[in-house]
C-alpha cells in the first residue's frame, strides 16, 4: 500500500490497542503504543531509500528484505528497544505485541497489491502477489479517515477500528470474487491461454489486464464482465543471441527483468548505435506502457547507457539515458 495509507493502518492500530486492558492502565504504554504503532506501520518501507541510489536497486529490492520473515521479527522488537528509553515505565510485552501487529498488517497488506513482497523469505525468494487490492484504494483509505474522525469527535477507537476492520474483511472478499469472475471471462475466450495477469486499478470495477497465450501477447481492461483488448502483440524469440549476451548482465535490464512477467522487445539499429528496448505490458496508460528498460549499445556491443523505470514521454526517457534525439 502507498505511504498513506499505512499511516493511517498504524493510527487504526493505535486505536485498536485501546481494547487492552495493560495499554490503558498506564499513559507510558498507551503513549508508547501509539507510537510504535505508527512507526511499525511504515518501518518496512524504509528501502524506499533505495531509490536515491538508482531506479534498479529500487526495482530488484524494494519490498524484499525488510518485508522477510526475519524482518517482521526483528523490526518490532528494534521499536520496542529504542521506545523503552523513552518510556521506561512501558509494559515492554504489550509494546512489543502491538509494534508486531502494526509492522505484519503492514506486509499482510502489501501481499495484496499487484506489486507484492518477498514475505516468506528466507524459504523463498518468490515475489508473492495476489493482485486483489490496488496501492493506493480510495475505500480502503477513506473508511480509516472516517474512522479517526469518529475518534477525534469521541466514539471508542477501539470498537470503531473492530467495525471499520469488520467491513474492510467483507470488502477484500468481494474484491477476491471480483477478480476471480474476470479469470473465468478471459479463460473463455482465450482457450489457449499460457499466462493471465490482472492487476487492480483504484476504480473498484476496472482491472488491468495481460494475457500470454501460445503465440500473442493481448492488453486490455476489464470492467465488470466486460473485457477490451486494446493491443495485440506478437510473441517473438529474440532474434540476436549476442546482443542479448551484451546486455543481460546490464542492472537495469537484470531489474526489469526479474520484476517484469509480461513484456515484449524492440531493437532498432542505426549506423553508429543500438537501441534495446524491453517494455512492460502490465502497466498500459492512455495508449502509453511507461514501464520500461532501455540499452545503447555502440556497434562494438559496449553499454553507452541504460534505464529502467517509469517514463511518460520520449524526451524525458533520452534525457534520463543522457543522449539526445536523433
Given at each position: 500500500m502507498d505511504t498513506g495509507t499505512h499511516f493511517v493502518m498504524g493510527a487504526a492500530i493505535g486505536g485498536l490497542a485501546t481494547l487492552d486492558p495493560v495499554v490503558m492502565s498506564s499513559d507510558a504504554t498507551a503513549t508508547a503504543v501509539l507510537i510504535a504503532a505508527i512507526v511499525g506501520s511504515q518501518a518496512p518501507d524504509v528501502d524506499t531509500i533505495l531509490k536515491l541510489k538508482n531506479n534498479a536497486l529500487y526495482i530488484k529490492h524494494h519490498r524484499g528484505i525488510t518485508h522477510s520473515i526475519p524482518a517482521v521479527i526483528l523490526w518490532p522488537i528494534g521499536i520496542t528497544l529504542i521506545l523503552l528509553l523513552f518510556f521506561p515505565d512501558a509494559n515492554w510485552l504489550h509494546l512489543w505485541s502491538w509494534a508486531f501487529l502494526a509492522v505484519f498488517l503492514h506486509v499482510f497488506v502489501d501481499i495484496f497489491n499487484a506489486y507484492g513482497t518477498q514475505a516468506l523469505r528466507p524459504f523463498s525468494d518468490k515475489w508473492v502477489a495476489l493482485g486483489w487490492i490496488n496501492t493506493f484504494d480510495p475505500f480502503i483509505f477513506g473508511i480509516h479517515l472516517v474512522g479517526i474522525m469518529f475518534w477525534t469527535l469521541g466514539a471508542h477507537p477501539g470498537y470503531t477500528f473492530l467495525a471499520i476492520y469488520a467491513v474492510l474483511v467483507v470488502y477484500y472478499i468481494l474484491r477476491y470474487r471480483s477478480k476471480q469472475n474476470i479469470k473465468r471471462i478471459i479463460s473463455k475466450r482465450f482457450p489457449d491461454l499460457k499466462k493471465v495477469i490482472i492487476a487492480p486499478t483504484i476504480r473498484f470495477y476496472q482491472?488491468?489486464?495481460?494475457i500470454i497465450d501460445h503465440d500473442h501477447f493481448y492488453v486490455g481492461k476489464a470492467f465488470k464482465d466486460e473485457l477490451i483488448i486494446y493491443d495485440e502483440f506478437k510473441r517473438l524469440p529474440f532474434p540476436k543471441e549476442h546482443i542479448l549476451s551484451a546486455i543481460q548482465g546490464d542492472e537495469n535490464v537484470s531489474a526489469f527483468l526479474s520484476f517484469s512477467p509480461a513484456y515484449r522487445w524492440e531493437i532498432e539499429e542505426e549506423d553508429d548505435k543500438i537501441e534495446v528496448r524491453f517494455i512492460d505490458l502490465r502497466y498500459r496508460k492512455d495508449g502509453h506502457y511507461p514501464f520500461v528498460a532501455?540499452?545503447?549499445?555502440?556497434?562494438?556491443?559496449?553499454?553507452?547507457s541504460s534505464f529502467t523505470g517509469w517514463v511518460y514521454s520520449e524526451e524525458k526517457l533520452q534525457k534520463k539515458l543522457e543522449i539526445l534525439p536523433d
Open positions: 482491472w488491468r489486464v495481460a532501455i540499452v545503447h549499445l555502440d556497434r562494438d556491443l559496449n553499454i553507452i
